[in-house]
Each structure stands twice: as structure tokens, then as C-alpha cells.
């Protein structure tokens, strides 16, 4: 979190960056050795070795045994959008951004990009279901080698504001054993003491999710600070607009298990599949450490270019499959915000890569082939 910590004295930093500001100084090293079997930094061990983690903390390995208490322990999957397919493709910059951000990739050009289409949880073999989560990983990759990661959804707003919200709700929401639903008591706790939650559900109910992966809008969410070549900063969030026409959710009257993944493979082996990069711009005023709060509709936007899948693959080494998604591993002319989500994703993403790495890999569940045969 060094941007929008360089000011702060040590006693003025929110519990929750104390926790996880030191773990993101080592999001790019980890970043950048995550990527095609290349074996990454624990940062998580860093982080002890430091000593910059309390024992009663929050820590990522807390996190990452509490998905395993949720949903199991799936040996080589992600702990957490464990359901996914990796893709392959291209982002094509307008130089429409580069009055705001210096950085490569919004100069006018085409860079290459390693994507994966998830589901939210933690079961890798879940069957398909239209209100479950979407997410897209991008890996932005330019000549110099400098890298840009974010991992998107399709929701306008985050649920939590903060780590511990996230990890109450994940305690709260752990199905109870018969229902296959989590405990409606323990669900309501929670949201007593969480109106933030409460408020952006109502905003996620207001956004019924599209009929599949091709036609989702997915969100950044957090927000990023943006800087241009005379050094002046503006805090921007970032979305992806589909290019291609759905509708409302509505899975056919006889479906397979996997039968959203099954339609994105179909729809690319028909054509490229299209999206509109666009950045919105914050004023004064406007949060940049609460993802649950959306900014108003009224704030300027730019479309920075397009995002187009050329491919998809089945999750096999060499792939997306060991790409570390860390949304704090970002190009000179962007930095993170004072966010506290961004500082915790990235050190659990970190013990969660670092889990899998060392473990055997199972078949993933959604096969390509098959599909295409």
C-alpha cells in the first residue's frame, strides 16, 4: 500500500493494511515469477519471518485453511475460484488513456494477454449456475516485460469493505450439513453487524447477472491511482463491457454440469470474443477504501481500448492455470490505493498459489476437447 501510506505515521494505519501493506511491497516479485511453472515467492513466509504478522492475526494461511474448512481441500485448485478456464488474446490500446496514465499499455498499440474465466468458491467441480459468481483474470504483457494483473467479476460493488468482513461472511455463509444452505441465524448475525454488506447487496440484486460468461460486464471494483508524465495522479476503477448481445439469466430447460463454461467454448470456436476497457475517473469525495460503495454515474469515463479472446483452454500447465492473478503487480503509472481489499488479496493469493504449487494436479473439470468433439 506505499502510495497512500508514504504519509501516514505507524500508529495511523488501518488494523487491516498493518496486517497486509508489508505482504503487497512483495506482490511484484511474487508476481512475476508466478507465471508457466515458474515457482513463486511465499510471501506469506516472508511476512513471519519479518515478523510484520501477529500470531492472532488475520493472516493469509488463517484465510486460506478457513476456504479449505468451507468448501473442502481440492489438492492443486485455487482455494478460492476454483472452477475456471483459461483463455488467450489481445488488448488493443485507443492511446485514449494516456492523458492520465503513463503507463505502456495505454499508449496507442496491441499487447498480448493471458485471461481465465472462473466461478466464485472453492469446489472445483461445482455445477454451473447463473447467480454464482463470474470472474476474469487478465495478464497484461508488453514488450519491456513489465506486467499488468487484475482479476475482475461480474458484480458493480463488492460485498465486503474490508478483510474481516470478507472472512466473517465466509464463516457465515459455510453450508450447513442436510439444507446445503449456510445457517440463516448465523447469515443474519452477520449482517447486523455489517450494513455495508447489506447496502451493496440491494446493489448487486439491482444487476441480474447476463446469460453467460460472453455477455458479463466485469468490474475491478477496487480502486487504483493513476499517474501521468507530469506526475499528476487521479484515482480510477475499471470495468469490461462485452461487445457481444445476451439477456437475462435463464439456463436452458436441460443443461450439463458445466454448461456456462460449455457455452464460452462454443462461442469462441465460433468468433473472437470482444470487450470495451473503459476507466473511470474519481473526483474528490469519492471512496477509494470501500469497494462496496459505488461511485456516482455521473463520473467521467474513458475507453482505454478493447479486450478480444482469441482462444480458450483447458487448464493444463503452461496455461493461465499457474498465472497468480495478484491485482497489486501493476506497471509503472499505476499504484495501489488505500484500499485495504487489494493489500489482503494479494497475500492470500500468494498462500493460496503457494498450497497449489506443491501439490499434485487433478484433471480440471472443464475439458475443451470434449467439448469441441
Known amino acids: 500500500m506505499e502510495p497512500a501510506d508514504r504519509d501516514r505515521e505507524p500508529d495511523e494505519t488501518p488494523p487491516d493494511q498493518r496486517r497486509f ?50 468448501y473442502g481441500r481440492h489438492d492443486g485448485f485455487r482455494r478460492n475460484h476454483a472452477k475456471g478456464l483459461s483463455a488467450t488474446g489481445v488488448f488493443e490500446s485507443t492511446g485514449a488513456a494516456a492523458a492520465i496514465c503513463r503507463a505502456a499499455f495505454f499508449r496507442p498499440g496491441s499487447f498480448p494477454l493471458t485471461g481465465r474465466f472462473s466461478l466464485g468458491g472453492g469446489l472445483p467441480d461445482q455445477a454451473d449456475k447463473p447467480d454464482t459468481v463470474r470472474g476474469l483474470g487478465l495478464l497484461f504483457q508488453d514488450p519491456a516485460g513489465q506486467q499488468w494483473r487484475t482479476a475482475m467479476i461480474n458484480f458493480p460493488v463488492f460485498t465486503d469493505r474490508t478483510p474481516q468482513g470478507f472472512y466473517e461472511r ?41 446469460t453467460g460468461f460472453a455477455d458479463s460486464t466485469f468490474h475491478g471494483l477496487n480502486a487504483f491511482l493513476f499517474s501521468n508524465g507530469a506526475g499528476a495522479t487521479v484515482p480510477v476503477r475499471w470495468s469490461a463491457h462485452p461487445q457481444q448481445a445476451g439477456g437475462p439469466a435463464a439456463p436452458p430447460a ?29 473526483e474528490p469525495g469519492d471512496p477509494t477504501d470501500d469497494a462496496t460503495r459505488p ?15 482469441t482462444g480458450v483452454q483447458t487448464e493444463d500447465a503452461g496455461n493461465a492455470r499457474d498465472v497468480n492473478f495478484d ?47
Open 254 to 282: 436441460s443443461v450439463g454440469k458445466d454448461y456456462l463454461f460449455d457455452a464460452l467454448i462454443g462461442a469462441v470456436a465460433q468468433r473472437p470474443l470482444q470487450w470495451r476497457f473503459v476507466l473511470t475517473i474519481g
Open 327 to 373: 491485482p497489486t503487480v501493476l506497471p509503472d503509472g499505476i499504484t495501489v490505493s488505500d484500499d485495504p481489499l487489494l493489500a489482503a488479496r494479494s497475500a492470500v493469493y500468494a498462500r493460496s498459489f503457494t498450497r497449489r504449487a506443491e501439490e499434485p494436479k487433478s484433471p480440471s473439470e472443464v475439458n475443451v476437447h470434449q467439448v469441441r468433439s
Open 170 to 210: 465466509l464463516l457465515a455463509s459455510k453450508a450447513v450439513p442436510g439444507t446445503g444452505k449456510p445457517d440463516p441465524q448465523k447469515m443474519a448475525a452477520f449482517l447486523d453487524r455489517h450494513p455495508e454488506t447489506v447496502a451493496a447487496m440491494k446493489i448487486i440484486k439491482q444487476t441480474p447477472p447476463s
Open 21 to 70: 501493506g508489508a505482504l503487497t511491497r512483495r506482490g511484484a516479485l511474487l508476481g512475476m515469477g508466478a507465471v508457466a511453472g515458474v515457482a513463486a515467492v511465499d510471501v506469506g513466509g516472508f511476512a513471519y519471518a519479518g515478523g510484520w504478522l501477529r500470531p492472532d492475526s488475520l493472516t493469509p494461511p488463517v484465510f486460506a485453511d478457513r476456504f479449505e474448512h468451507v
Open 295 to 309: 461511485w456516482p454515474a455521473t463520473r467521467r469515463s474513458i475507453e482505454a481500448g478493447s479486450i478480444t479472446i
